[in-house]
């Protein structure tokens, strides 16, 4: 069973920066066989898909994050990054990641990683 756990929240001020890992928990490498993505959800809000990367290596951005996150994989590590630039106060979610599927399928969702930007 994959067991997802995100890292690298925080509190940060508006214009600041924040980097995200996800590791996985699982004998051998998920990456590579899955398009992952990271999702976040705000307070009474759905969650909502704002980055992914395929297996191949492209990259594809939500509207209101694009030029400012950058998602990236190390397939060794089993893990999956999020560089977020120039936060707003409406990036503040708990974010996720899990793998990106045509038919919604997900892996267990982890705990999440609370970000919050504010001044």
């Known amino acids: 069973q994959v067991q997802l756990v995100e890292s690298g929240g925080g509190l940060v001020q508006p214009g600041g920066s924040l980097r995200l890992s996800c590791a996985a928990s699982?004998?051998?490498?998920?990456?590579?066989?899955?398009?992952m993505g990271w999702y976040r959800q705000a307070p009474g809000q759905q969650r909502e898909l704002v980055a992914y990367i395929t297996v191949s290596g492209s990259t594809n951005y939500a509207d209101p994050v694009k030029g400012r996150f950058t998602i990236s994989r190390d397939n060794a590590k089993n893990t999956v990054y999020l560089q977020m630039n120039s936060l707003k106060p409406e990036d503040t979610a708990v974010y996720y990641c899990?793998?990106?599927?045509?038919?919604?399928?997900?892996?267990?969702w982890g705990q999440g990683t609370q970000v919050t930007v504010s001044s």
């Open positions: 899990n793998k990106v599927t045509s038919n919604g399928g997900r892996y267990n």
């Open positions: 699982v004998s051998g490498n998920i990456f590579n066989v899955n398009a």
